[in-house]
């Protein structure tokens, strides 16, 4: 079960979700699909070079690690990451493998509009955000006064 945060873009009216948690097709059976060493439902969760990486090391024997974890501990599931450069607040699938030696591997998550490395969001953070609407190609602060939010559940 998860949840989502909808914005509209004060310019253009285009709704832009920032997702956290888990939706009904997100459970393990299904994103862990493999078929001949690709994981196409992994592949639409995540973008590249995140998703190359964590097929390679699936392949090399990596297992996904705490999956039926806590949602807080971010291990498995949609969180929200920031650009350190540009201030934009974007969810991401989150995964993390433990690989043969044991030790523990996060993909790195990179801003879709700089490639900067993407950083955890806190929760309920107040910090300053910035959202990007692709639509008319700009940026807004999501805690502006004008701006609407509103909640969903996903299932
Ligand atoms: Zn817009
Ligand atoms: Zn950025």
Same mark, same amino acid.
């Given at each position: ?57 699936? /392949? $090399?024997?990596?297992? =996904? ?13 949609? +969180? #929200? ?33 700089? /490639? $900067?490395?993407?950083? =955890? ?13 692709? +639509? #008319? ?19």
């Amino acid at each position: 079960m998860g949840k989502a945060e909808i914005f509209v873009c004060p310019h253009c009216g285009r709704e832009i979700w920032i997702s956290e948690g888990l939706g009904f097709a997100d459970c393990p059976e299904i994103v862990f699909t493999c078929r001949t060493g690709e994981y196409p439902h992994l592949r639409e969760r995540m973008e590249p070079p995140a998703y190359q990486q964590t097929r390679d090391l699936l /392949n $090399a024997g990596a297992a =996904p690690f705490d999956i039926d974890g806590l949602p807080q501990q971010n291990r498995y599931g949609r +969180n #929200c990451y920031i650009c350190p450069d540009c201030h934009i607040l974007q969810s991401r699938f989150t995964i993390t493998l433990q690989l043969p030696d044991g030790t523990l591997f996060i993909p790195e998550y990179r801003c879709e509009t700089c /490639n $900067a490395p993407l950083r =955890p969001y806190p929760k309920r953070s107040k910090k300053p955000a910035l959202l990007h609407c692709k +639509n #008319c190609n700009t940026t807004f602060d999501m805690h502006a006064e004008n701006i609407t939010r509103m909640m969903a559940w996903i299932d």
